[in-house]
């Protein structure tokens, strides 16, 4: 069959002119983007749990650092009588800046009403807390929490460091628990 032109509009009638896709390719096209689609938000969901991992860990290095400053500015001012007083004070305090997820103090915290990826500080522990966001999109709610607090405990003869007596006590901030894996 020889192509003709229709003498009316100028259009070209027969096979060549009948273009488009078959059901069959649109079909291999959808499997291939939704294919990549699945790929990109396993990435994706990866890198968000890594980037908030990184950013507790941050947190946790300020607040460690903050506390050195607290007990080198109590050895500094002549009152280390005073350092067990830092077992249960809020360590966010020794921030210049709170964290933006930083919820503030709570007395009796209700956890399935906070929200996921956020610090606060339970007072009747004296715990600081994360709440972590290991929330499955698809799972509905499930989350696990990471609980510091600060620990006061008497420095041994031979664990003491050369700039402090050996009868001072060492004040540190340590993860309780397990949960997270997070040191």
Do not use: C
Not at 28 to 47: D, H, P, Q, T, Y
């Amino acid at each position: 069959m020889t192509p003709r032109l229709s003498s009316k509009n100028n259009i070209v009638v027969g096979k060549a002119g009948q273009r488009g896709f078959t059901l069959f390719e649109l079909a291999v096209a959808v499997s291939v983007i939704a294919v990549l689609a699945v790929l990109l938000l396993s990435r994706l969901a990866a890198l968000q749990q890594e980037a908030e991992r990184v950013a507790v860990q941050q947190t946790v290095v300020a607040l460690r650092a903050g506390l050195r400053m607290k007990v080198l500015e109590l050895y500094a001012s002549d009152r280390q009588n005073q350092l067990p007083a830092l077992a249960g004070q809020n360590p966010i305090d020794w921030l210049a800046e709170k964290p933006d997820n930083y919820l503030g103090e709570y007395v009796t915290p209700v956890m399935e009403k906070l929200p996921q990826s956020h610090w606060f500080f339970d007072r009747s522990n004296a715990e600081l807390i994360y709440i972590l966001n290991r929330g499955n999109t698809f799972a509905g709610y499930r989350s696990e929490l990471l609980q510091f607090k600060v620990s006061l405990q008497q420095a041994s003869a031979t664990r003491a460091k050369p700039s402090t007596p050996a009868d001072a006590p060492e004040v540190a901030l340590i993860q309780v628990g397990e949960a997270g894996g997070l040191k």
